[in-house]
């Protein structure tokens, strides 16, 4: 009997959803850098004996977690959770959910690379008090059911150590996007440098505010002025917004950066934002160099082959640059006036590729201690063929791009769906414990008489109206989960 693994992410793989499906459920979890983590997850575990399914964030947003953990126990027989940046306010929440859930499930599980949100160079890390007693509870629920819990890097290990959990439970495994039995990590740099004709990748957080912004900006409009090919991959769902139905941005930046209205790198149909992991690491293959300040969109390039350069801002995007020994500068410490040409000669792949091997090793061990099987001893896994068939949609460029045709399907879309609580691509694979039930006439009799009831189900019922355009789309309260 194969073993059911829950694993957290939007949705599987190998299911391929509209971008404005995506967008209007936030499939993303506002941001796609969370599609790395969660298709390297299934990609390795993704065998034979091992039946794989997506819990398309649901857990965190809908439902009693009595009754979600009573399903998952009769229908699961071991939960996976691949996070990002939980251990941070915006999350609390959340991460309480899921903790309820563990102790009601009562499965073994196992948490991979998950980290936390701390000012930089800050020794130890530290945290509010709502953040550290859910952080707490959360690691505890865990540990009750699992050998161990697998982290980031020194920096969250250091985090948990402070909240008294022994460091023999604690694993520091790094991210788990750049473990892949089906697309091998390695990175390389030609001697010549970057030629005239070269074409760049920005993976950037325009929405930044800090000492690094300015050195940023001129890194970007330098960029754009030195090399004609420059593509500026977005990750946000206020990007994707704005780009498929041209709503204005939540947020806006420094007018070099591109959050602002009129950058020539959205004018110039040179954005783009991807929707499945596959499309983005092929689209931008054929490129030369890829930099920015996005951990994941720099993690994207290195599997798409491309030598990188990350700029680090916070703890984030720090501790993982130093884990994989990934190229990097800190923002912070960015010099006014520097280029593409000086930062690839930065690029030490070697570093990095030595790395890599011995940090996949660790990865290894901790899904063999967790009794987790696995595809890397393996030619070829279920989870390869399962992608060899599958369509996914193309990237995602401005709506003026693509041609009436494209800009047809949008409006089908909306004819089809723009009412609909959920679209029928999406509800035919959530999964049945996710899907909402009616409510009896008993039930709703009782809420009525119940004020306290009835305020609580109004309030609910809120927070899934429709959001205007620069939203985050229903399911936002899943906070912006990476950089």
């Not at 409009?221 to 090399?227: G, Q």
Request: aromatic share 8%; charged share 30%; glycine share 8%.
């Amino acid at each position: 009997m194969p073993r059911r693994l829950l694993i957290r992410a939007g949705k599987e793989p190998w299911i391929p959803l509209s971008p404005e499906t995506t967008l209007s459920h936030n499939v993303l979890g506002t941001n796609s850098g969370n599609l790395l983590f969660s298709t390297a997850v299934f990609a390795a575990l993704g065998v034979e004996g091992n039946q794989t399914r997506a819990d398309y964030f649901q857990v965190e947003r809908n439902g009693d977690p009595v009754r979600i953990g009573a399903r998952l126990r009769a229908e699961f027989d071991h939960l996976v959770l691949p996070f990002a940046n939980a251990f941070r306010g915006g999350f609390a929440r959340q991460l309480d959910r899921w903790t309820d859930v563990i102790e009601r499930a009562d499965l073994p599980v196992s948490v991979l690379g998950v980290g936390g949100q701390f000012r930089l160079g800050e020794d130890p890390p530290s945290s509010s008090p709502e953040v550290a007693a859910a952080a707490r509870r959360f690691v505890r629920a865990v540990l009750d059911r699992s050998p161990s819990i697998g982290v980031r890097g020194p920096v969250t290990a250091a985090y948990l150590r402070s909240l008294g959990f022994p460091d023999d439970a604690i694993e520091q495994i790094g991210c788990p996007s750049l473990y892949r039995p089906d697309v091998p990590a390695r990175m390389s740099r030609c001697a010549e440098g970057l030629g005239d004709d070269a074409r760049i990748v920005l993976n950037l957080t325009p929405r930044i505010r800090s000492a690094g912004t300015e050195p940023l900006a001129s890194l970007v409009r330098r960029t754009v002025d030195d090399f004609d090919d420059v593509l500026y991959v977005a990750q946000e769902n206020q990007d994707l917004d704005h780009l498929l139905w041209a709503a204005p941005f939540a947020e806006t930046s420094h007018p070099d950066l591109p959050r602002h209205p009129g950058h020539r790198l959205l004018n110039e149909d040179r954005t783009r934002i991807f929707v499945d992991e596959r499309t983005w690491r092929h689209h931008i293959a054929d490129y030369d160099f890829a930099v920015g300040n996005r951990i994941h969109g720099t993690i994207a390039s290195v599997l798409a082959g491309l030598p990188a350069v990350v700029l680090p801002f916070d703890s984030r995007t720090a501790e993982l640059a130093e884990v994989h020994a990934l190229p990097r500068t800190r923002l912070s410490e960015l010099e006014a006036g520097l280029t593409c040409r000086e930062l690839y000669e930065q690029v030490d792949a070697d570093r990095f590729n030595r790395a890599h091997k011995q940090n996949l090793r660790r990865y290894v061990r901790f899904l063999e201690r967790h009794d987790l099987a696995h595809g890397f001893d393996r030619e070829t896994t279920v989870f390869q063929e399962q992608m060899r068939a599958v369509s996914l949609p193309a990237a995602v460029g401005p709506v003026t791009a693509g041609g009436p045709e494209r800009f047809a399907e949008r409006l089908r879309w909306l004819r089809r769906h723009g009412s609909s609580d959920v679209p029928d691509e999406l509800r035919e694979h959530l999964p049945e414990w996710a899907v909402r039930r009616r409510r009896g006439f008993r039930e709703l009799l009782d809420i009525v008489r119940s004020p306290r009831r009835l305020a609580a189900a109004l309030a609910r019922r809120a927070r899934r109206l429709p959001l205007p355009h620069g939203a985050a789309g229903r399911g936002s309260r899943v906070n912006r989960d990476e950089a």
